[in-house]
Protein backbone atom coordinates (compact mmCIF):
# COMPACT_ATOMS: atom_id res chain seq x y z
CA UNK A 1 0.00 0.00 0.00
CA UNK A 2 1.60 3.40 -0.83
CA UNK A 3 2.16 6.39 1.72
CA UNK A 4 -0.75 8.30 0.14
CA UNK A 5 -3.42 5.54 0.55
CA UNK A 6 -2.25 4.90 3.77
CA UNK A 7 -2.39 8.58 4.90
CA UNK A 8 -5.77 8.77 6.94
CA UNK A 9 -8.06 11.90 5.73
CA UNK A 10 -7.54 14.91 7.72
CA UNK A 11 -10.78 16.57 8.48
CA UNK A 12 -11.05 19.61 10.70
CA UNK A 13 -14.08 20.36 13.05
CA UNK A 14 -15.35 24.29 14.23
CA UNK A 15 -18.20 23.37 16.88
CA UNK A 16 -18.11 25.52 20.15
CA UNK A 17 -20.76 23.26 21.67
CA UNK A 18 -18.47 20.57 23.57
CA UNK A 19 -21.43 17.62 23.94
CA UNK A 20 -21.74 17.77 20.19
CA UNK A 21 -18.26 17.93 19.11
CA UNK A 22 -17.12 14.67 21.35
CA UNK A 23 -19.61 13.00 19.33
CA UNK A 24 -18.36 13.92 16.09
CA UNK A 25 -14.85 13.68 17.03
CA UNK A 26 -15.56 9.87 18.21
CA UNK A 27 -17.43 9.22 15.16
CA UNK A 28 -15.42 10.35 12.65
CA UNK A 29 -12.30 8.83 14.19
CA UNK A 30 -14.56 5.52 14.56
CA UNK A 31 -14.26 6.07 10.58
CA UNK A 32 -10.75 6.68 10.54
CA UNK A 33 -10.73 10.18 10.13
CA UNK A 34 -7.81 12.28 11.65
CA UNK A 35 -10.12 15.14 13.42
CA UNK A 36 -8.76 18.44 14.98
CA UNK A 37 -11.13 20.26 16.49
CA UNK A 38 -11.47 24.18 17.66
CA UNK A 39 -13.87 26.51 19.28
CA UNK A 40 -14.29 29.25 17.52
CA UNK A 41 -13.73 30.74 13.54
CA UNK A 42 -10.70 33.01 13.85
CA UNK A 43 -9.09 29.31 15.36
CA UNK A 44 -10.04 27.71 12.63
CA UNK A 45 -8.57 30.27 9.86
CA UNK A 46 -5.22 29.81 11.98
CA UNK A 47 -5.64 25.86 11.68
CA UNK A 48 -6.21 26.63 7.84
CA UNK A 49 -3.34 28.99 7.09
CA UNK A 50 -0.93 26.21 9.00
CA UNK A 51 -2.24 23.10 7.87
CA UNK A 52 -3.42 20.99 4.79
CA UNK A 53 -6.91 19.78 5.55
CA UNK A 54 -9.25 17.09 3.25
CA UNK A 55 -12.49 18.24 4.68
CA UNK A 56 -14.00 20.71 7.03
CA UNK A 57 -16.92 20.44 9.11
CA UNK A 58 -18.25 24.12 10.07
CA UNK A 59 -20.52 25.16 12.43
CA UNK A 60 -22.50 28.36 11.67
CA UNK A 61 -23.40 29.78 15.11
CA UNK A 62 -19.66 30.15 16.29
CA UNK A 63 -19.04 33.03 19.26
CA UNK A 64 -16.91 34.84 17.49
CA UNK A 65 -17.81 34.89 13.91
CA UNK A 66 -20.43 32.82 11.52
CA UNK A 67 -19.58 29.90 9.53
CA UNK A 68 -20.61 31.47 6.66
CA UNK A 69 -17.99 34.71 7.37
CA UNK A 70 -15.61 31.85 7.89
CA UNK A 71 -16.37 29.71 4.68
CA UNK A 72 -16.33 33.35 2.60
CA UNK A 73 -12.61 33.96 4.18
CA UNK A 74 -11.57 30.51 3.11
CA UNK A 75 -12.88 30.56 -0.94
CA UNK A 76 -10.55 33.32 -0.64
CA UNK A 77 -8.13 30.49 -1.34
CA UNK A 78 -8.83 27.24 -1.43
CA UNK A 79 -11.55 24.80 -2.54
CA UNK A 80 -11.67 22.33 0.83
CA UNK A 81 -15.03 20.63 0.95
CA UNK A 82 -16.91 22.16 3.79
CA UNK A 83 -20.52 20.82 5.39
CA UNK A 84 -22.10 23.35 7.38
CA UNK A 85 -23.91 22.23 10.88
CA UNK A 86 -26.91 24.26 12.11
CA UNK A 87 -29.79 24.91 14.90
CA UNK A 88 -31.85 26.92 12.06
CA UNK A 89 -33.17 25.17 9.44
CA UNK A 90 -34.76 27.77 7.34
CA UNK A 91 -34.24 27.65 3.65
CA UNK A 92 -32.31 31.51 3.49
CA UNK A 93 -29.63 29.56 5.51
CA UNK A 94 -29.47 26.46 3.22
CA UNK A 95 -29.54 28.92 -0.04
CA UNK A 96 -26.86 31.40 1.19
CA UNK A 97 -24.27 28.55 2.91
CA UNK A 98 -24.45 27.13 -0.96
CA UNK A 99 -24.10 30.26 -2.64
CA UNK A 100 -21.03 31.06 -0.57
CA UNK A 101 -19.09 27.68 -1.23
CA UNK A 102 -20.49 24.72 0.80
CA UNK A 103 -20.85 21.77 -0.08
CA UNK A 104 -23.41 20.32 2.18
CA UNK A 105 -25.42 21.32 4.61
CA UNK A 106 -27.24 19.90 7.89
CA UNK A 107 -29.72 20.80 10.58
CA UNK A 108 -29.38 19.72 14.70
CA UNK A 109 -30.09 17.12 15.82
CA UNK A 110 -28.56 14.96 13.53
CA UNK A 111 -26.65 11.48 13.71
CA UNK A 112 -23.21 11.58 14.02
CA UNK A 113 -22.71 8.59 11.46
CA UNK A 114 -24.85 10.70 9.20
CA UNK A 115 -22.09 13.31 9.02
CA UNK A 116 -19.32 10.69 8.53
CA UNK A 117 -21.44 8.92 5.97
CA UNK A 118 -22.02 12.45 4.33
CA UNK A 119 -18.10 13.33 4.56
CA UNK A 120 -17.14 10.19 2.80
CA UNK A 121 -19.46 10.65 0.03
CA UNK A 122 -18.64 13.89 -0.93
CA UNK A 123 -15.08 13.63 -0.78
CA UNK A 124 -15.63 10.10 -3.34
CA UNK A 125 -16.94 13.26 -5.77
CA UNK A 126 -14.27 15.66 -5.16
CA UNK A 127 -10.76 13.45 -4.75
CA UNK A 128 -9.37 11.71 -7.74
CA UNK A 129 -8.57 8.23 -7.28
CA UNK A 130 -5.16 6.74 -6.59
CA UNK A 131 -4.75 5.38 -9.83
CA UNK A 132 -7.49 6.94 -12.29
CA UNK A 133 -8.32 5.76 -15.97
CA UNK A 134 -5.81 7.59 -18.48
CA UNK A 135 -8.14 10.16 -20.15
CA UNK A 136 -7.59 12.67 -22.65
CA UNK A 137 -8.61 16.17 -21.71
CA UNK A 138 -11.73 17.22 -23.81
CA UNK A 139 -12.15 20.61 -25.35
CA UNK A 140 -15.42 22.48 -25.61
CA UNK A 141 -16.08 25.85 -27.36
CA UNK A 142 -18.94 27.41 -25.96
CA UNK A 143 -19.25 30.94 -27.39
CA UNK A 144 -16.89 31.47 -30.34
CA UNK A 145 -13.42 31.44 -29.75
CA UNK A 146 -14.12 31.50 -26.18
CA UNK A 147 -13.07 27.89 -24.66
CA UNK A 148 -13.68 25.66 -21.57
CA UNK A 149 -11.72 22.79 -20.97
CA UNK A 150 -12.12 19.79 -18.91
CA UNK A 151 -9.56 17.67 -17.39
CA UNK A 152 -11.13 14.79 -16.25
CA UNK A 153 -7.96 12.42 -14.64
CA UNK A 154 -7.72 15.99 -12.70
CA UNK A 155 -11.25 16.77 -11.95
CA UNK A 156 -10.70 20.37 -13.48
CA UNK A 157 -12.16 22.74 -15.73
CA UNK A 158 -10.18 25.40 -17.04
CA UNK A 159 -11.76 28.39 -18.95
CA UNK A 160 -9.47 30.99 -20.95
CA UNK A 161 -6.63 28.63 -19.83
CA UNK A 162 -7.12 29.41 -16.00
CA UNK A 163 -8.36 26.73 -13.83
CA UNK A 164 -11.80 27.60 -11.94
CA UNK A 165 -11.86 26.85 -8.56
CA UNK A 166 -15.10 25.23 -8.19
CA UNK A 167 -17.16 23.49 -5.21
CA UNK A 168 -17.68 19.28 -5.67
CA UNK A 169 -21.19 20.51 -6.03
CA UNK A 170 -20.33 23.32 -8.77
CA UNK A 171 -18.03 20.98 -10.21
CA UNK A 172 -20.46 18.46 -11.36
CA UNK A 173 -23.51 20.60 -12.32
CA UNK A 174 -20.86 22.67 -14.73
CA UNK A 175 -19.86 19.13 -15.92
CA UNK A 176 -23.18 18.26 -16.53
CA UNK A 177 -23.59 21.39 -18.61
CA UNK A 178 -20.93 20.47 -20.52
CA UNK A 179 -22.07 17.42 -21.29
CA UNK A 180 -25.30 18.79 -22.39
CA UNK A 181 -24.24 21.74 -24.33
CA UNK A 182 -27.36 23.49 -26.05
CA UNK A 183 -29.69 21.68 -24.36
CA UNK A 184 -32.29 22.30 -21.89
CA UNK A 185 -32.13 20.68 -18.83
CA UNK A 186 -34.46 21.49 -15.68
CA UNK A 187 -33.61 22.11 -12.26
CA UNK A 188 -35.16 17.82 -11.53
CA UNK A 189 -32.53 16.58 -14.23
CA UNK A 190 -29.84 18.76 -12.98
CA UNK A 191 -30.54 17.33 -9.47
CA UNK A 192 -30.60 13.96 -10.29
CA UNK A 193 -26.90 14.05 -12.11
CA UNK A 194 -25.11 16.25 -9.95
CA UNK A 195 -26.46 15.29 -6.52
CA UNK A 196 -25.26 12.07 -4.73
CA UNK A 197 -29.01 12.70 -2.64
CA UNK A 198 -31.39 15.05 -4.69
CA UNK A 199 -34.45 14.47 -2.66
CA UNK A 200 -32.70 16.13 0.65
CA UNK A 201 -32.19 19.24 -1.19
CA UNK A 202 -35.05 21.93 -3.31
CA UNK A 203 -34.69 23.21 -6.64
CA UNK A 204 -33.64 26.21 -4.84
CA UNK A 205 -30.23 24.76 -4.57
CA UNK A 206 -29.45 24.71 -8.29
CA UNK A 207 -30.77 28.14 -8.86
CA UNK A 208 -28.06 28.97 -5.73
CA UNK A 209 -24.81 26.77 -7.78
CA UNK A 210 -25.97 28.40 -11.10
CA UNK A 211 -25.29 32.36 -9.41
CA UNK A 212 -22.23 31.14 -7.90
CA UNK A 213 -20.66 29.79 -11.27
CA UNK A 214 -22.49 32.20 -13.70
CA UNK A 215 -20.06 35.03 -11.42
CA UNK A 216 -17.19 32.49 -11.29
CA UNK A 217 -17.18 32.62 -15.37
CA UNK A 218 -17.72 35.96 -15.71
CA UNK A 219 -14.92 36.31 -14.20
CA UNK A 220 -12.50 34.63 -15.89
CA UNK A 221 -14.26 35.82 -19.08
CA UNK A 222 -13.77 39.11 -17.68
CA UNK A 223 -17.52 39.90 -17.91
CA UNK A 224 -18.69 38.06 -21.29
CA UNK A 225 -21.79 37.53 -21.39
CA UNK A 226 -23.13 34.59 -19.38
CA UNK A 227 -22.95 30.89 -21.15
CA UNK A 228 -25.11 29.47 -18.83
CA UNK A 229 -28.64 30.92 -19.55
CA UNK A 230 -32.28 30.48 -17.84
CA UNK A 231 -34.73 29.31 -20.19
CA UNK A 232 -37.73 30.68 -17.88
CA UNK A 233 -40.18 28.38 -17.51
CA UNK A 234 -38.06 25.33 -18.75
CA UNK A 235 -34.40 25.21 -16.85
CA UNK A 236 -30.83 25.72 -17.21
CA UNK A 237 -28.96 25.54 -20.69
CA UNK A 238 -25.16 26.24 -21.83
CA UNK A 239 -25.23 28.28 -24.95
CA UNK A 240 -22.84 26.80 -28.00
CA UNK A 241 -23.27 29.54 -30.50
Not at 112 to 133: D, H, K, M, N, Q
Not at 158 to 163: L, R, Y
Not at 205 to 217: G, N, P, S, Y
Request: proline share 5%; hydrophobic share 40%; net charge neutral.
Amino acid sequence: MSVQAARMTKVLLVEDEPAIADTLVYAMETERFEVTHVLTGRDALAKIAAHRYDFIILDVGLPDMTGFEVCRKLRESSSVPVLFLTARDGEIDRILGLEIGGDDYVTKPFSPREIAARVRAILRRTTPSETPPKQEARTFQPSGSKTLEHDPAAMRIHCHGACLELTAHEYKLLLVLLENKGRVLTRDQLLEKAWYDPGAVTDRTVDAHIKTLRAKLRLARKGAEDMIQTRRGLGYVLVTD
